[in-house]
């Protein structure tokens, strides 16, 4: 079986840009998450879906952070305009219903956004 | 709201000891513990976790975790480490809230020696 994919693995940005980045997740898993890890803050959670329907947006981040499920099988996360604080790794991760505490990660994408 | 805290940034250990990490969690109802892996410039790797029932559980390659409701702790635990183990360690909670994603710790870095 596949495990989460996400490309690209590395995106550098101008500021200002608008970029996106792309998962698939694990085949059978109906609920999807993404994240944004740092350094200093750690990994924080941007979007979880299940069955493709938005139940967490990471309040803080809404304003620039976008992210969709077009089908159960492809989720893009759109970020809009980058700035350079948004430079960390996004890390999109899968699991089966109901089983949120055992994620399966993809390898995330490095974003550098100058 | 649920919060996570992994009160060492940093262990060193040598080849064959053993290791305790710490994880400890505030939240008054319900909770989910999971422990994480993740190897540089990887994605985290699910290693274990706990709802109920038998207080120690265990995980993949040779990890246990012991729920203490009382210390609201759930410590990682290994007899033996290997070269292998070298990597970022993630305490996460979820409450019984099937809205609501995980809340990671900041980690803590292994660093095993020869």
């Known amino acids: 079986d596949a495990g989460v994919t996400q490309t690209p693995r590395h995106e550098v940005a101008e500021k200002g840009q608008t970029i996106i980045l792309k998962c698939e997740p694990v085949s059978g898993h109906n609920d999807l998450f993404w994240y944004r890890q740092t350094k200093i803050q750690g990994l924080e959670l941007l979007s979880y879906?299940?069955?493709?329907?938005?139940?967490?947006d990471g309040g803080a981040f809404k304003d620039r952070f976008k992210a969709e499920m077009l089908n159960s099988s492809f989720s893009t996360l759109k970020i809009q305009p980058t700035e350079p604080k948004d430079s960390a790794v996004y890390l999109c991760a899968s699991s089966l219903k109901g089983r949120r505490s055992e994620q399966y990660f993809g390898p995330g994408t490095r974003l550098t956004v100058l | 709201t649920q919060t996570v805290s992994q009160s060492d940034a940093h262990v060193t250990v040598f080849e064959g000891d053993s290791v305790e990490l710490r994880c400890n969690y505030s939240y008054g109802g319900s909770i989910y513990l999971s422990w994480y892996i993740q190897h540089h410039g990887h994605g985290l790797q699910f290693l274990l976790k706990y709802y109920s029932g038998n207080p120690v559980v265990q995980g993949v390659n040779g990890f246990e975790a012991e729920f203490s409701k009382s210390d609201s702790s759930f410590h990682l635990r290994k007899a033996s480490v290997h070269w292998s183990d070298s990597a970022v360690y993630f305490c996460a909670v979820s409450c019984n809230n099937y809205a609501q994603g995980l809340t990671f710790g900041l980690g803590t870095r292994v660093s095993v020696f020869p």
């Open positions: 879906f299940r069955s493709k329907s938005l139940m967490e």
